[in-house]
């Protein structure tokens, strides 16, 4: 078939399927534009997106001033590697370390880069800094955790699909229960080398589990009297997705993260992704203050398109329609909607036995064991009815429109799934 012809989503589909590695479990929905919180399908079917490219696309799906920032960047000088300077880099990380409020920025692409950044910065802070000796170094992890798809990374998952036959893992992990501070506690106790803690404030692929309102101030707290790096993954739950413009933000809407808020929660290494580009571009970020950050010297650490002028004029731009759009009010308004009425439906359900979350990352657990397909047949019959949402772990649901959204179209989208979710009671 020529290659000038349209495809149809079954043809679509038979390539990807033909050519491509199996390493996805796509649902069978091919799509070919996207604007603001919709996405339209090569035969013309529009959905509401209730997923955003696992919270990449938050601020809309092609934005015009980030696509406008990307197209004129693109036009002028796209990449020079970091055995030169560029014109962008420096406006840019004086920005992003302003908005978060840290002394110094590591740019590289994806989230797993970034986690990998984090956690070699952390090791070598723990040798050079704490003083602890050569290969000793500890870094503790949470079950359920998600920070990537890397050798490393999948070393430390308990996800056994993710782990299984893709050792020998890589060591100086240890695993504790999420949202039990007890159990850090006594971890940070069992060792004097620990360098750091990993931790997502949210878990969002593990099913959006929320944990205790103190549990991220608490796990600071101990990490600081112990010298432990708390290092925060804000890859998913970053960049005004939970209702702040981080999630270690705690309950404060103001325009940038920062130490005056008495519910904020600093991290010692700041992780961050996905929509830090607001889905145009894959652009990550490490942040941390000089003390930790200054163990990386030239030639450590590194990545021939980290840093590139695209990226910078992107995450400029993506960063500045968070605040000036408001989308952390918005995330925070319409969540609060969310969770009120499908928690309504959800009382009265023999279907979902639960809704939660925070801002405009939820998820709804499906009454069924996780090894059914009633969560993916609820999901194909989500799409039939107009709107995207992914499955996360069997029977969780995950929910995470682009926070463009108004409050008529929530309303709508959450008519969709009610009624939905109505065709599977039992
Ligand atoms: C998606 C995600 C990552 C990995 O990001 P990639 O860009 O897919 O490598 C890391 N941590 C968290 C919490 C994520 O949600």
Redesign the pocket.
């Known amino acids: 078939m020529s290659v000038l012809e349209k495809l149809t989503s079954a043809d679509a589909i038979a390539l990807e399927d033909k050519y491509g590695a199996h390493n996805y479990h796509p649902l069978p929905v091919v799509l070919s534009r996207g604007e603001g919180v919709y996405v339209w399908d090569v035969e013309g079917k529009k959905y509401y997106d209730f997923l955003s490219a696992?919270?990449a696309v938050n601020q809309g799906h092609c934005h015009p001033k980030i696509v406008g920032a990307m197209i004129n960047q693109a036009q002028t000088l796209t990449l020079t590697s970091r055995a030169f300077y560029n014109d962008k880099l420096g406006v840019y990380e004086e920005f992003i370390t302003n908005y978060f409020g840290f002394d110094k920025v590591l740019p590289m692409n994806?989230?797993?880069?970034?986690?990998e950044t984090a956690l070699k910065i952390s090791r070598k802070w723990a040798y050079e800094k704490k003083g602890i000796q050569e290969n000793q170094a500890q870094i503790i992890v949470c079950e359920g955790n998600?920070?990537?798809?890397t050798t490393t990374i999948i070393s430390f998952s308990n996800d056994e699909n993710a782990r299984k036959n893709f050792g020998p893992y890589t060591e100086g992990f240890i695993r504790i229960p999420y949202n039990d501070i007890d159990a850090l506690e006594k971890a940070l106790q069992s060792s004097n080398n620990i360098a750091g803690f990993l931790v997502?404030p949210i878990q969002?692929?593990a099913g959006v589990y929320t944990p205790a309102e103190d549990y991220l101030a608490k796990a600071k707290a101990l990490c600081k009297a112990n010298n432990v790096l708390f290092i925060a993954?804000?890859?998913?739950?970053g960049i005004a997705r939970t209702g702040s413009i981080l999630a270690v933000c705690g309950n404060c809407t103001c325009e940038k993260a920062c130490e005056k808020q008495a519910t904020y929660v600093a991290p010692d290494i700041l992780?961050l992704?996905?929509a830090l580009s607001g889905g145009a571009y894959?652009v990550?970020a490490v942040l941390a203050n000089d003390e930790i950050m200054n163990v990386i010297k030239p030639g450590q650490h590194g990545s021939t398109f980290g840093g590139n002028p695209v990226a910078a004029a992107v995450a400029i731009a993506a960063l500045e329609v968070i605040n000036e759009e408001n989308l952390s009010q918005n995330a925070r308004r319409l969540g609060a909607i969310f969770r009120e009425k499908i928690g309504e439906f959800v009382a009265n359900s023999n279907i979902a036995t639960l809704v939660r979350g925070k801002g405009l990352l939820n998820a709804i657990v499906i009454n069924d064991t996780e090894e059914s397909d009633t969560a993916w047949n609820i999901c194909m019959k989500l799409a039939e009815n107009g709107l995207l949402a992914k499955p996360t772990h069997g029977n969780i649901i995950r929910f995470a429109p682009p926070l463009v959204m108004n409050e008529e179209q929530l309303l709508n989208c959450i008519s969709i799934i009610i009624n939905t979710l109505k065709e599977f009671e039992k």
């Not at 994806?110 to 986690?115: D, I, M, R, S, W």
């Not at 998600?146 to 798809?149: A, E, K, L, S």
């Open positions: 696992y919270s994806t989230g797993a880069e970034a986690v998600f920070h990537g798809r997502e969002g692929e993954d804000e890859v998913q739950t992780i992704g996905k894959p990550s």
